[in-house]
């Protein structure tokens, strides 16, 4: 398919999935919101209400990035090549994920959030192949999306620490706040990595927002709350020196 019939695939697609999330979230859809929901079945890895607010920032990105890709402009051509039809199938994706939780349908919606993460991260590797990315393709296409994979990776462990409470799983023996807290280290750690292996410099501060909204809602539970305090400065520490030496490595090449 052209890069022009692909801009308004990628419209179409932006399209609904803001009118299937806006049904999910306000209870349209099943006649619950998602956000009861997932309340419902509290884990110890759910950060507090507030930190979801970070769709608004993820949408609005993907909003500017879906436009700047229907504009007539070179960059903006470049980047729908490099999509291909990835924007499509994240949507879908999405779509299937949101549909599937706001119908308590959750181990359907676990393994389609597994899919829906794996092909985030096969389209910002396409984005990040090929030729070089100028300004306005990092700012308006690449960013947005870095913001949108780190936040699924993190909700991931936040949906399997969910379904872990709808079936009842005895964590083999070991406390949920202990899985908690080792999660949150590994959460630190992936932003770390991803910082420093695919430059994604957003990927440290989703995580620590999310942690800190741990430490927030579990104040009172001294393990979960100290490890937040420690947990966030470090990941946000780490994250800026792994970025750093990433690109001392491969050096970024929009401004190489």
């Not at 919101?33 to 890895?45: E, H, Q």
């Not at 051509?77 to 349908?105: C, E, K, Y």
């Amino acid at each position: 398919m052209r890069a022009t019939s692909w801009k308004f695939v990628n419209v179409a697609t932006f399209v609904v999935v803001m009118v299937f999330n806006a049904l999910a979230g306000s209870g349209a859809l099943s006649g619950e919101s998602i956000g009861l929901i997932a309340n419902r079945y509290r884990s110890l890895f759910l950060p507090a209400n507030y930190v979801f607010g970070i769709w608004s920032l993820i949408y609005l990105g993907l909003f500017v990035s879906t436009v700047y890709q229907a504009l007539p402009l070179p960059g903006a051509a470049h980047a729908v090549r490099r999509f291909g039809s990835w924007w499509l199938i994240a949507g879908l994706l999405n779509v299937a994920w949101v549909s599937l939780f706001a119908f308590a349908q959750f181990a359907a919606a676990l393994a389609v959030m597994v899919i829906f993460l794996v092909s985030l991260v096969a389209a910002g590797a396409r984005l990040r192949r090929g030729a070089a990315a100028g300004w306005d393709e990092l700012l308006f296409v690449r960013w947005p999306f870095d913001l949108y994979l780190a936040w699924i990776a993190v909700a991931l462990i936040a949906n399997s620490f969910q379904f872990a409470q709808v079936v009842g799983f005895s964590g083999f023996g070991i406390t949920e706040a202990t899985w908690a807290v080792a999660m949150m280290v590994v959460a630190t750690l992936l932003g770390t990595w991803m910082a420093w292996g695919w430059g994604m410099w957003l990927f440290p501060p989703v995580v620590a927002w999310a942690l800190h909204g741990i430490g927030v809602r579990y104040a009172d539970l001294p393990a979960l709350a100290t490890a937040a305090a420690w947990l966030v400065p470090a990941g946000l520490t780490l994250g800026a020196l792994g970025w750093g030496l990433g690109r001392r490595r491969v050096p970024d090449p929009a401004v190489g």
